[in-house]
Nanobody, 121 residues
Framework: QLQLVESGGGLVSSGGSLRLSCAASGFTLDYYAIGWFRQAPGKEREGVSCISSSGGSTDYADSVKGRFTISRDNAKNTVYLQMNSLKPEDTAVYYC??????????????WGQGTQVTVSS
């Protein structure tokens, strides 16, 4: 069974840091681009970041550039999202998704269950 599992969310004060993990089971992430998305209450889901299968290409939403860093460890079958200088507006449920390239990852059939990130002011 193909599965993505996010972890690492929690409650943090403004300016703090968290590292989210997206671990795969049932398949290897080596050939997949991984995207991170978030959805806040009452808002649409938005793309946060994406990393290519090789790790050689990364993209970030303007709202997180310079604060978030995406990386992958294919040996651990895991992708990470390091989030620094967190702001209350970063509060959301964060999801990861897998597809063959970042351009189409938002339409992926493979999504995790999400992890809650709450940033207090």
């Amino acid at each position: 069974q193909l599965q993505l599992v996010e972890s690492g969310g929690g409650l943090v004060s403004s300016g703090g840091s968290l590292r989210l993990s997206c671990a795969a089971s049932g398949f290897t992430l080596d050939y997949y681009a991984i995207g991170w998305f978030r959805q806040a209450p009452g808002k649409e889901r938005e793309g946060v970041s994406c990393i290519s299968s090789s790790g050689g290409s990364t993209d970030y939403a303007d709202s997180v550039k310079g604060r978030f860093t995406i990386s992958r460890d294919n040996a651990k079958n895991t992708v990470y999202l390091q989030m620094n200088s967190l702001k209350p507006e970063d509060t959301a449920v964060y999801y990861c998704a897998a597809d063959i390239e970042c351009a189409i990852v938002a339409g992926s059939d493979y999504w995790g269950q999400g992890t809650q990130v709450t940033v207090s002011s």
